[in-house]
Every structure is written in structure tokens, then in C-alpha cells.
């Protein structure tokens, strides 16, 4: 009986080890993917600089008006 209690207790603590692992990884990959859309939008927003800008005071004056 103190073998099956043994067993089952390590098998507990080998599913739980592995779940927090691959949830782990999974955000990892998750703020991977966040970091490089951030980085990508930064540069596009730079390179576009004052267009953008422009854009953006636009569409703002508008609202203001309505």
C-alpha cells in the first residue's frame, strides 16, 4: 500500500512538473510574438513619422467637430 501511495504521489509530481512547462513555454511564445508586432509597429510608426502624424491630427479635428 505505501508503494502505490509512492508511486501515485510521483506520478502526481511528474504530470504537474510537465503541465507548468508547457504553459510556460506556451507564454513564452506568446510574449515573443507580442515583443516582435511592438517592434514591428515601432518601426513602421517611425519610418512614417510625420504622415502619420498628420493622419492622426486629422481624424482628431474631425472629432472635435462633430
Do not use: H, P
Amino acid at each position: 500500500m505505501l508503494d502505490w501511495i509512492k508511486f501515485q504521489y510521483v506520478r502526481l509530481l511528474t504530470c504537474l512538473d510537465s503541465l507548468k512547462t508547457e504553459k510556460g513555454q506556451g507564454l513564452v511564445e506568446y510574449a515573443l510574438i507580442l515583443v516582435l508586432i511592438a517592434i514591428v509597429v515601432i518601426a513602421i510608426m517611425t519610418a512614417l513619422g510625420k504622415e502619420t502624424c498628420k493622419a492622426f491630427c486629422t481624424v482628431n479635428n474631425a472629432l472635435k467637430q462633430k
